[in-house]
């Protein structure tokens, strides 16, 4: 029996993902990258903005002719559009045969028990055994849910307030992931940073986890800016496994929309955060996330957003077009015209691109720390995807050289002249040229 699953959003879902992946596995099922071969579909939905949510449910949809089509299918729906909006997806697409909202999703492995209530055959649970999550980049959930109330977000009515997982628990699924193939670890959380259990925060844990055995990088994301401490700062200043790369949402460079926003920063204060980083930490990347149009944004609001990418030279960015939803507080505030919200949202595109194309254009030439994730392709320690000519092995961590940079990705080759990592450690190694 296979199953293949759809992912919508952002890494938390991706991480949960995975986690009902493994839950399905256990239970003797394969994954498989055709929806033909499939018995069952996973849709694991978003509903962070109208357009995710959208896309979700036209794909669950199309779905009732793929159930139909073979006797036994079954489609299971989950995440933050499924508990949302659980009761309507049950009346208008009948034929779901689970819907596990995001607050439940820890129970994803009871519930599938019922659902395909039956018991794995022995060659099943080898198979099981077998079968295991190989990615060199993975994911280890640290918190769920989130205790902020940004007003235009729907993600506290969704997953709910903060719930931490414990070091030991956190540790253990490290491990769990190393053992598997993985290299370096991302903690994920909706606030990551703001973790705490025990005597344990967030600090701790990025030591914790980068001392595992076989854990060369460790990355975190979202980190909330209230929780970006000193001792967080430092910490992935020194910690050598801890990589200089950060997303940071900064959402609005305006002081009036970010107190119309709840953030609990202004634009002086994030700056500030961003200039004592980067005196930590030089060569560090910081991306952002930032929302145009939000209601009674004005001109010079937008203005105000536009000069601090300017002035704060962000590596990358996700530019979001503001998208009511229902029930939070910003509902009740009158929206923008559309088109206002599209020509600020085209301007902010472009200039975030130019930014990051020219930083990128500023790495060709340079040499970088790469590990190889699949095939040719690996990623900075500042997190820039990699393409390398030349015989790469997974999981291995070498030197390239840049050669040309695109619109999302690097160029680059091994950085040891002619003999390739691979070719030199069947060749014996020689002349020092690893390190
Ligand atoms: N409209 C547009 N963007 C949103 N985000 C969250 N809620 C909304 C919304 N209602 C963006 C924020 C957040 C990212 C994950 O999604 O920028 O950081
Ligand atoms: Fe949403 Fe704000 Fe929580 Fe992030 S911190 S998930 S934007 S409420």
Redesign the pocket.
């Known amino acids: 029996m296979k199953f293949y699953v759809r992912t919508y959003g952002?890494q938390m879902n991706v991480a949960d993902s995975n986690e009902m992946g493994r839950h399905l596995r256990a239970r003797g099922l394969v994954e498989t990258d055709d929806p033909d071969e499939a018995s069952v579909m996973l849709v694991n939905t978003c509903t962070?903005?109208q357009h995710a949510e959208d896309r979700a449910f036209s794909e669950i949809g199309r779905l009732k002719r793929w159930k139909a089509t073979r006797s036994g299918r079954k489609v299971v729906v989950t995440g933050c559009a499924a508990e949302r909006t659980k009761a309507y997806l049950e009346d208008r697409f009948p034929f779901v045969d689970m819907v596990v909202g995001a607050k439940s999703i820890e129970d994803f492995g009871q519930m599938t028990e019922r659902l395909l209530d039956r018991r794995e055959t022995d060659e099943e649970l080898d198979y099981a055994i077998r079968s295991v999550d190989d990615k060199v980049a993975a994911f280890v959930t640290v918190m769920r849910g989130c205790n902020y109330s940004c007003t235009?977000?729907?993600?506290p009515y969704v997953r709910g307030r903060e719930i931490y997982h414990s070091m030991d628990q956190i540790l253990d699924e490290t491990r769990n992931r190393v053992r598997e193939g993985a290299r370096e670890i991302t903690l994920l959380g909706q606030t990551v940073n703001s973790y705490r259990h025990a005597q344990y925060r967030f600090a701790h844990l990025l030591q914790a986890v980068s001392v595992v055995p076989g854990v060369k990088r460790v990355r975190y994301i979202?980190p909330h800016p209230y929780y970006m401490t000193d001792s967080v700062i430092e910490t992935m200043a020194t910690v050598p496994q801890v990589c200089e790369a950060l997303h940071l949402?900064v959402?609005s460079g305006s002081n009036t929309m970010l107190k119309a926003m709840a953030r609990n920063y202004t634009r002086e204060q994030y700056m500030t955060l961003i200039a004592k980083m980067r005196q930590a930490m030089p060569e560090m990347t910081i991306s952002t996330?930032?929302?145009v149009g939000f209601p009674g944004e004005t001109d010079a609001d937008f203005q105000q957003t536009l000069s601090m990418i300017e002035e704060l030279q962000f590596d990358w960015g996700?530019i979001?077009?503001?998208?009511?939803?229902e029930g939070?507080p910003a509902a009740r505030f009158d929206c923008l015209p559309q088109e206002v919200i599209e020509e600020r949202h085209q301007r902010c595109l472009e200039l975030i691109d130019r930014i990051a194309l020219a930083k990128r254009l500023r790495l060709v030439g340079t040499t970088q720390e790469v590990l190889v994730e699949e095939d040719d392709f690996g990623r900075t320690r500042t997190n820039y995807k990699v393409h390398v000519n030349g015989n790469v092995m997974q999981s291995e961590t070498i030197r390239v050289r840049i050669t040309s940079a695109h619109r999302a990705t690097l160029e680059g080759e091994l950085d040891n002249g002619n003999i390739t990592f691979k070719n030199f450690r069947e060749e014996g190694g020689c002349a020092g040229a690893r390190t």
């Open positions: 952002c962070v903005r235009y977000c729907i993600v979202s949402p959402q996330d930032i929302i996700f979001f077009k503001y998208s009511t939803r939070t």
